[in-house]
């Protein structure tokens, strides 16, 4: 799409959805009801990169987020994502469908995601509602921590873990969403226009960018330290001051000067102390330095997810470990890509049958 075309704003979007069916492409959104406010007014959640409406249609509940910048790669970018994690069972990640030509304005067509609903509250309004509960908060670390360990183990990281991205339905149960900068293998190199949210995230990423599977290590520390610094002290919620849970942007470029960090350098929590010096280390040094959270917390390497391959013969579903579809016997395609021109290669193969690179 041409970016000299002026791109809606949050206000443009709040009036077309007021008539589904005037604006929208999908069936199941110009049959749908758009939440609103008291005042009759559909309820948008903006963010940096795009606002969200919620939709009912009938049982089934919708997500729509409509972009509030250019996007250029988000077809390829969500295709190749629905692909990859088609061949995975992460029930923390939300289903979704990317439409280029979603909803009309001004005569134009613009794209949307439509997103699985969740009735999870954003981290920061569920910690601020529980913030003087500490076993609530040890448990919802804990929950967080599995989260991030399973993202590694899919070779995932999700970009922009913030407290908007965060959903809590209950503190054992969280949901990301938010797939607009995501990193997954077959993306590799191909980095999104956005370095998350500047109060989760390393000073340099901001500056100038860091889009590898480690995109996460940071901003997953700031967010465990957060929740179990609280735990221990519930009177660190002061530093909340909207867009955080205790740490801002000025805490990281800044590292170790600014008011929070003898609070958390005296917590009577000696891990809380620990993690503190850690993540003061990983502010002064190089975002590509900073540790995964299961290094630092001293965990095991996290076990590579289960692959479901798709056998392209019979559609029957093997263990991507097997060489053969169990189904039919067709020769399966493995969870890797050559290096070279990016083919899928048939499983335990040692040469791409595309190019000839060695594997």
Not at 25 to 43: C, E, F, K, S, W
């Amino acid at each position: 799409m041409n970016q000299m075309i002026t791109w809606p704003h949050g206000v443009d979007y709040t009036l077309a959805v007021q008539n589904p069916r005037n604006c929208f492409q999908d069936p199941r959104l110009r049959r749908a009801r758009v939440l609103t406010n008291r005042y009759g007014i559909p309820a948008g959640a903006s963010g940096n990169y795009a606002i969200t409406f919620r939709f009912d249609d009938g049982p089934q509940i919708y997500a729509v987020r409509s972009f509030l910048r250019p996007v250029t790669d988000q077809q390829h970018r969500y295709e190749t994502l629905s692909k990859y994690l088609s061949r995975l069972s992460l029930s923390f990640l939300v289903g979704f469908d990317y439409i280029p030509q979603g909803i009309a304005l001004a005569g134009r067509l613009y794209p949307v995601v439509v997103m699985e609903w969740t009735n999870g509250k954003q981290l920061h309004q569920f910690v601020g509602e529980n913030h003087r509960q500490a076993d609530v908060l040890t448990q919802l670390a804990g929950s967080f921590r599995e989260v991030v360990k399973q993202l590694g183990a899919a070779r995932i990281a999700h970009g922009d873990l913030q407290h908007g991205n965060v959903l809590v339905e209950n503190a054992s149960r969280l949901r990301l969403v938010d797939y607009d900068g995501i990193w997954v293998p077959d993306l590799d190199g191909c980095p999104p226009n956005e370095v998350g949210h500047p109060d989760y995230q390393h000073p340099e990423r901001i500056g100038k960018g860091f889009y590898t599977a480690a995109g996460d290590s940071f901003s997953a520390l700031v967010i465990y330290l957060s929740l179990i610094a609280l735990a221990a002290d519930p009177g660190l919620w002061s530093f909340h001051a909207g867009e955080n849970l205790i740490l801002r942007a000025d805490d990281f470029k800044d590292a170790g000067r600014t008011g929070v960090w003898p609070k958390l350098k005296s917590s009577r929590a000696p891990e809380v102390q620990r993690l503190a010096g850690v993540l003061e280390k990983a502010c002064r040094g190089p975002v590509a330095g900073v540790p995964s959270l299961e290094t630092v917390l001293g965990g095991p390497p996290p076990a590579r997810a289960a692959v479901i391959v798709i056998c392209p013969q019979c559609e029957g579903k093997s263990n991507g470990a097997e060489i053969y579809c169990q189904v039919c016997g067709y020769q399966l395609c493995g969870n890797r890509l050559c290096p070279v021109c990016r083919r899928s290669i048939p499983a335990k193969a040692c040469f791409c049958p595309k190019c000839g690179q060695e594997i």
